[in-house]
């Protein structure tokens, strides 16, 4: 039986500000389910803290609303111990580049076959509109009227220096090419890293669809990571698409000595383990 | 104390001191005699003093004296540290050259009637063409030769250990028949008039409490290990890592303690078995995952192992001080499980039931242990049978139904199964958050009598010794080891030990006040912890209390003169 879009709907009143991204990038992210066919069932999605966590009962599937910045380390636990889900980390710019930056750091060197979903709304809006490190530096934000006093990271940047498998950008206004990204990340085997810029219309109001139209732009994907670093980086456009991917280099599992064999999955394999034969080196 | 013997290695951090002790232990071990290995070493790499002691008797053998009948050392700093721990008519064997004892070492060791060995172990490895190392070696069969063991018995041991390292196994046999035949002084005889253990002990095994803990996960079907490295936990690490060809296990080392204990969460949720293992610094990261395992009614299984001191304290020493870190960290009221064991045997045991637990209540399950039991060589016969394990798995309609015992269904997460929502916001029982006052009071009280259900099923505190004991020690962990060592020769103490500290069956203490037994807290802390526990719960307060937090475990001595006093 086909996998409807309804599959994936709840009946539990949603809580996002008129004209929020989440809208549209739950919208693609239950599109690009039914387009690989798979049921919620099959599908786990680890939740951040934020805007976006809150959309954990929107949305059918295995769902785990944990801590703020521990997604993606959760989101790890679960695809270690059962690689057959698709496994997504939904976060925020603020949980993934402050609380939770480790993660995405040793997740991108592990290249555990999982996705990150970055929902990059440049500040935290749940708590009322903080400056992230996404935020422009000028720009007024909660308890500092004259801007931060810090500088920037740009996402794409940080997750090329780690030499990641793959890194695409969408924008939440364009749901149709962000389920095509999303789709092509879940079937990367390895850690697919995706950033989405996201219209945040109550605490980022400058940046509507009008300033986002202006500078929004394709990339064809880059063949190296230097040029890919140059797209990103650019500073009059904002390129979208699937920007770097690697096919080469094993996923975290199959780079396992003792486990890149193995048929079964860990949780298949919870039974008494007779350990004489392990004694010998303790007599 | 009758039919026991000690003998102490020593020297500085990075010179082999543990594998010296290593290959006294097993060759004494299976020389017919019960064992038990402790270890002294500083934070460094390089340098400081580190020691290895092993006492042996004929008896099964839990914890070390303060003193001891031989000194090895190879290093100066050592010398001078450990020279007024040798017993009267001790001997010290050493290598340092050109080496000046103080006058009041010169005194003591007159007094005593301690004997002095230097060998120049160098020397003795160049004429047998021996690499300098190998020293080493010639020291430990000069000890060997003391206690007029059977050479073959060491030479074995050492055979095997090295076979499959890199090194000239005839040039060491050389340096072990060397040390053996050396001079001794004369007429001087230890007299080791200890029985040995009846039938084959040398097939018994030597495992630390890690190890124990390691073996009891394997068995308990854990698949998945993940840590990041903390002393006195790391060897789990390695022992996990070691067999995991054989057994298939994950191990993965983390960037971090919150990393670990988020990954051991994500893989329980997804319904295989895991586990961590960390010391105080790396649990009070682990404390928001703990707390959010307690609301989301994820199982959730850290080791805890204890050394003592806040901040970096006093890393590679021993200390029972994270009972309350264990009993109260995370925020918010939430149930947990408090586990403290003892020894090798106890460990294995308990980990396992700890997965039980955790599964069956769907809860943070701690499990203690100190550096003195996780890091200290226990000598046992054999395992014990292992546990059955109990998952409890079973599906229902809401993963948070409320119930009578407050166990809600869980199923593992798969293909074709219901889906549901696990969420660290206080939820109704289909999992959605809510913020209404009815619901939040349903839930937490569910959850809460998970707590009261886990009470009833916990076994009793173990009582040890005679039931004519006047004197009942109460306590957790190592201490128990201790004062079974004194027990063998003082009936009138018994021990009340605490396998399972929370929640707290206080029951039996109270009986045993009641019966007029004169009651003692004994704890490797300052505060006494546990006694806090168990005044909280029951309202007795301990009248008589034996505290230390010296960083050193409880050696016999300890106890012998708490009770002389």
Redesign the interface.
């Known amino acids: 039986m086909a996998v409807k879009i309804e599959d994936y709907n709840t009946n539990?009143k949603n809580t996002w500000c008129p004209g929020c991204g989440n809208f549209s990038i739950h919208m693609a992210l239950k599109q690009a389910f039914v387009e690989l066919n798979l049921?919620?069932?099959?599908i786990?999605i680890?939740f951040d803290?934020g805007c976006n966590g809150n959309g954990?009962?929107d949305i059918?599937?295995?769902?785990?609303?944990?801590?703020h910045g521990?997604s993606v380390?959760?989101?790890?636990?679960?695809?270690?111990?059962?690689s057959?889900?698709k496994v997504i980390a939904d976060i925020g710019d603020g949980g993934c580049l402050h609380e939770g930056v480790?993660?995405l750091?040793?997740a991108i060197r592990s290249n555990y076959d999982i996705t990150i979903l970055i929902h990059n709304n440049q500040n935290f809006a749940l708590t009322t509109g903080q400056a992230t490190s996404t935020t422009k530096e000028e720009k007024p934000m909660y308890a500092f009227p004259d801007g931060k006093a810090e500088g920037s990271i740009n996402i794409g940047e940080l997750v090329l220096s780690l030499n990641p498998t793959f890194f695409a950008r969408g924008y939440s206004n364009d749901p149709k090419q962000l389920t095509e990204i999303l789709k092509q990340g879940m079937n990367h085997k390895g850690c697919s890293v995706i950033e989405v810029m996201q219209i945040c219309p109550t605490y980022n109001p400058q940046s509507n669809h009008d300033w986002f139209k202006e500078r929004i732009a394709q990339s064809a994907i880059k063949s190296t990571i230097s040029e890919a670093v140059a797209t990103v980086k650019d500073t009059e456009k904002i390129y979208t698409g699937i920007i770097y991917q690697n096919r080469n280099r094993p996923d975290f599992l199959n780079n396992?000595?003792?486990?890149k064999s193995?048929k079964t999955?860990?949780?298949d394999?919870?039974?008494?383990?007779?350990?004489k034969?392990?004694?010998s080196?303790?007599? | 104390m009758k039919n026991r013997f000690a003998i102490k290695f020593a020297g500085q951090s990075g010179q082999g001191v543990n594998t010296l002790g290593e290959l006294l232990a097993k060759s004494i071990k299976n020389s017919g005699y019960q064992t038990f290995a402790y270890r002294e070493y500083p934070s460094i790499i390089k340098g400081g003093y580190a020691s290895y002691q092993i006492d042996f008797s004929n008896t099964e053998i839990l914890a070390s004296t303060k003193q001891f009948n031989i000194l090895v050392s190879l290093a100066s700093e050592a010398l001078h540290k450990y020279i007024f721990g040798l017993n009267k008519g001790g001997i010290v064997v050493h290598s340092v050259n050109d080496f000046d004892f103080t006058q009041e070492e010169i005194e003591y060791i007159k007094e005593n009637k301690i004997e002095v060995v230097y060998i120049d172990i160098e020397a003795i490895a160049e004429e047998n063409k021996a690499p300098k190392i190998m020293g080493n070696v010639i020291l430990l069969s000069y000890v060997w030769s003391l206690l007029a063991f059977d050479l073959r018995v060491l030479e074995k041991v050492v055979k095997d250990t090295f076979k499959n390292k890199n090194i000239d196994m005839e040039a060491e046999i050389r340096c072990l028949k060397a040390g053996y035949s050396y001079e001794k002084p004369k007429g001087y005889n230890l007299n080791i008039d200890i029985p040995k253990v009846k039938g084959n002990w040398?097939?018994?095994?030597?495992?630390t409490a890690n190890?124990a803990i390691s073996?009891g996960a394997?068995?308990?079907?854990?698949?998945?290990y993940?840590a990041y490295p903390m002393t006195p936990s790391t060897s789990i690490l390695q022992t996990l890592g070691?067999?995991?060809?054989?057994?298939?296990?994950?191990v993965?080392q983390?960037?971090?303690e919150?990393?670990a204990a988020?990954?051991?969460?994500?893989?329980?949720?997804?319904?295989?078995?895991?586990f961590t293992a960390t010391s105080g610094g790396g649990f009070d990261l682990m404390s928001?995952?703990i707390s959010?395992a307690g609301i989301?009614e994820t199982p959730l299984l850290i080791v805890l192992g204890q050394r003592s001191g806040p901040g970096t304290g006093v890393p590679t020493w021993t200390g029972a001080s994270d009972l309350n870190a264990a009993l109260y960290t995370g925020h918010g009221e939430f149930p947990r499980c408090v586990l403290s064991c003892s020894d090798a045997n106890d460990a294995y045991e308990l980990i396992q039931r700890a997965f039980n637990i955790a599964e069956k209540y769907q809860i943070p399950v701690i499990l203690l242990t100190e550096k003195q039991s996780a890091e200290s060589l226990f000598n046992v016969r054999d395992?014990p049978k292992?546990i059955?394990?109990e998952?409890s798995l079973k599906e229902g309609k809401e993963r948070y139904e409320i119930t009578e015992s407050g166990i809600s269904p869980r199923w593992?997460?798969?293909?074709?199964?219901?889906?549901?929502?696990?969420?660290?916001?206080e939820h109704t029982p289909d999992g959605?958050?809510t913020e209404e006052p009815a619901e939040i009071v349903r839930m937490s009280e569910k959850r809460m009598r998970k707590l009261l259900t886990l009470k009833e099923d916990l076994p009793e505190p173990i009582y040890w010794g005679s039931k004519d004991a006047k004197k009942v020690f109460v306590g957790f962990g190592t201490t128990k080891n201790t004062i079974l060592e004194v027990m063998k020769e003082n009936e009138d103490i018994a021990y009340l030990q605490y396998q399972y500290i929370y929640p707290l069956k206080f029951e039996k203490i109270l009986s045993l006040e009641e019966e007029g037994k004169s009651l003692i807290l004994i704890e490797n802390n300052q505060n006494g912890e546990f006694g806090q526990l168990v005044k909280k719960e029951s309202g007795y307060e301990f009248k008589e209390k034996l505290f230390k937090f010296d960083s050193r475990p409880f050696f016999v001595e300890d106890i012998l003169d708490f009770l002389k006093s």
């Open positions: 539990i049921t919620p069932s099959e786990v680890t803290i954990v009962d059918e599937g295995n769902r785990f609303k944990g801590l521990r380390p959760l989101a790890i636990g679960a695809h270690l111990a059962n057959k889900m480790d993660h750091i040793h396992l000595e003792n486990r193995k999955e860990l949780v394999e919870v039974k008494q383990v007779d350990i034969s392990l004694l080196s303790f007599k | 040398s097939n018994s095994l030597l495992l190890d073996l394997i068995s308990a079907g854990c698949r998945a993940y070691k067999t995991y060809m054989k057994t298939g296990m994950l993965k983390a960037e971090s919150i990393t988020q990954l051991v969460m994500g893989s329980m949720y997804m319904g295989t078995r895991a928001e995952t959010c989301t395992i292992a059955k394990i998952r593992i997460p798969s293909k074709g199964k219901p889906t549901y929502l696990v969420n660290s916001d959605v958050s």
